[in-house]
């Protein structure tokens, strides 16, 4: 199994960076695929990045050129790096892992954008 905890969700202004980072209960090392999601009101929860355990990125056309995903091993963390931000960005962002055919999710940390 595996639990992931999200952090670094908040509050920021159109044109902001926000680093969102999730914490993973074992070696990511172990874990072939991670990513990002998030889920804006009244919407399906949509992918925003994932990336393999070769490094392997993959990004939603919305976010391609401003956020950045990226594993440290070390640290067995996930994180992503939002740049330039709008509002269309507000949403409550989920970290997820596909560890042993199965699909783990963290319990999602709110990115608000607004002026």
């Known amino acids: 199994q595996v639990q992931l905890v999200e952090s670094g969700g908040g509050l920021v202004q159109p044109g902001g960076s926000l680093r969102l980072s999730c914490a993973a209960s074992?070696?990511?090392?172990?874990?072939?695929?991670m990513g990002w999601y998030r889920q804006a009101p009244g919407k399906q929860r949509e992918l925003v990045a994932t990336i393999s355990r070769g490094g392997n990125t993959n990004y939603a056309s919305s976010v391609k050129g401003r956020f950045t995903i990226s594993r440290d091993n070390g640290k067995n963390t996930l994180n992503l790096q939002m740049n330039t931000l709008n509002t269309e960005d507000t949403a409550v962002y989920y970290c997820?892992?596909?560890?042993?055919?199965?699909?783990?999710w963290g319990q999602g940390t709110q990115v608000t954008v607004s002026s």
């Open positions: 997820y892992a596909n560890f042993d055919w199965r699909a783990y």
């Open positions: 074992r070696s990511i090392n172990s874990i072939n695929v």
